[in-house]
């Protein structure tokens, strides 16, 4: 499945990647937000942060309950075993004694033009007020309520299995499922647990796509679709960011809502 997206143009080596981190760390009072640079890489969200002294690029991924750590930056800085715990700086704001998963990521992320040093999920974000601009790319983190996106619509978010979902209405042309969906900004297709392709693809086919996604009272045509196998992993189905690239986002998990404006609001 190929991914149209805005793909960040250059290799960066290792010192490359902890400069542009560094140079993203701007302190915040606890009254104001934090923000920080992001782009879309792959068809995932990126931004630079630092856990401890591994400071670089992290997946920023709004469908993942818990953040994890690859595990090759993890021991070239000498943290072994299942989890590690440091302070994590992520758009201006310092984070004491988060822990991490240490996970080998590679087949995550071997495609990425950057190193990818682990991913950021909501056990992290959900702590704060998340905004999400695409167009020019921020990630903002906020203590306090910020006021709705011109434009927005308010939408209920219920957490389960730690993450949050919200209301979508998927169709293959035929059939409809509608129902709640996790918030994946680190995948650039739609997923669909469970359906079936009505034939198997062969060499050349065109990427797999849904006939539409309706959300937020919008409809999306011929949506960047996956087909996973019921409950792996216990992750339900997923609108990614080919839609959310769309929208600005603000979500707040504390107070359950998710508010989505469009980029394009003809």
């Known amino acids: 499945m ?24 701007v302190w915040v009072s606890n009254g104001e937000a934090g923000e920080s640079r992001c782009w879309i890489d792959k068809g995932a969200l990126v931004a630079s942060a630092a856990f401890g002294d591994i400071a670089g690029d ?16 993890a021991q070239t800085n000498g943290l072994v075993g299942a989890t590690a715990r440091r302070d994590l700086v992520i758009a201006g704001r310092r984070l004491a004694d988060v822990d991490m998963a240490i996970v080998d990521l590679d087949a ?10 682990g991913v950021l999920g909501i056990d992290v974000l959900g702590r704060f007020t998340i905004e999400i601009d ?11 309520r910020p006021g709705p996106p011109r434009g927005g619509v308010r939408l209920p978010v219920r957490e389960v299995g730690g993450r949050p979902l919200a209301p979508a209405v998927v169709t293959d042309g035929t059939r ?17 647990a469970g ?13 797999v796509r849904l006939r539409a996604v309706e959300f937020a ?12 196998p019921q409950g792996l992993g216990g992750a339900p189905d997923a609108v990614g960011m080919a839609l959310w690239s769309r929208w600005r986002l603000v979500l707040d998990i504390r107070d359950g809502w998710l508010d989505v404006a469009p980029l394009d609001p003809g």
């Not at 995550?108 to 990818?116: E, G, H, L």
């Open 2 to 25: 190929s991914l149209r997206a805005r793909s960040r143009p250059r290799r960066l080596t290792a010192a490359a990647g902890l400069m542009g981190a560094l140079a993203a760390l």
């Open 58 to 73: 992290f997946l920023i991924d709004l469908s993942a309950p818990t953040s994890m750590l690859h595990v090759t930056p």
């Open 108 to 117: 995550r992320t071997a495609p990425f033009d950057t190193v990818i040093n």
């Open 134 to 144: 695409p167009d020019p790319c921020r990630i903002r983190l906020s203590l306090r």
């Open 176 to 192: 409809v499922r509608a129902g709640l969906f996790a918030i994946d900004t680190a995948d650039w297709v739609t997923t669909v």
């Open 195 to 207: 359906a079936r392709l009505s034939r198997t693809p062969s060499a050349g086919d065109a990427p």
């Open 217 to 228: 009272g919008r409809l999306f045509e011929q949506v960047p679709a996956a087909v996973v």
